[in-house]
Nanobody, 124 residues
C-alpha cells in the first residue's frame, strides 16, 4: 500500500548530469532512512547513497563520493540524487528505498519499501 516512484532517469553523455527524484504515495509512514541503490544487468544490487533523518547522517559509496549528492525531506518521504560527472560505469537501474526500522544503511536488507527503478544510461 506504500509506493515509491523514481523519476529523472535517462540517457546522458559521460561527464553530464542527471537528477533523480523519489516520491512516496499511498498510506502514510515514517521512514528512518532513505537510500538509493543501483543494479546493472547481471550484477548484484549495490549501495549508492543513503540519508538517515535523525542526525542527518549521509553515506556514499566510494565510487560516487564527490560526484553524487543525496538530499530529501523526512516529512514527505522524498529523496533526491544529484548525479554529476557521470561515467559509463554509472549505467544501471536506480532504485529508491525507504526503511522504517534499520541500523545499517548500506545494505538492501532492512529497507521496507522500494521503487520500480529508473534507468540511467551513460554513454561514452
Amino acid at each position: 500500500q506504500v509506493q515509491l516512484v523514481e523519476s529523472g532517469g535517462g540517457l546522458v553523455q559521460a561527464g553530464g548530469s542527471l537528477r533523480l527524484s523519489c516520491e512516496a504515495s499511498g498510506r502514510t509512514f515514517s521512514s528512518v532512512a532513505m537510500a538509493w541503490f543501483r543494479q546493472a544487468p547481471g550484477k548484484e544490487r549495490e549501495f549508492v547513497a543513503a540519508i538517515r533523518w535523525s542526525g542527518g547522517r549521509i553515506l556514499y559509496a566510494d565510487s560516487v563520493t564527490g560526484r553524487f549528492t543525496i538530499s530529501g525531506e523526512n516529512a514527505k518521504n522524498t529523496v533526491n540524487l544529484q548525479m554529476n560527472s557521470l561515467k559509463p560505469e554509472d549505467t544501471a537501474v536506480y532504485y529508491c528505498a525507504a526503511g522504517t526500522n534499520l541500523s545499517i544503511l548500506m545494505t538492501p536488507r532492512g529497507y521496507d519499501y522500494w521503487g520500480q527503478g529508473t534507468q540511467v544510461t551513460v554513454s561514452s
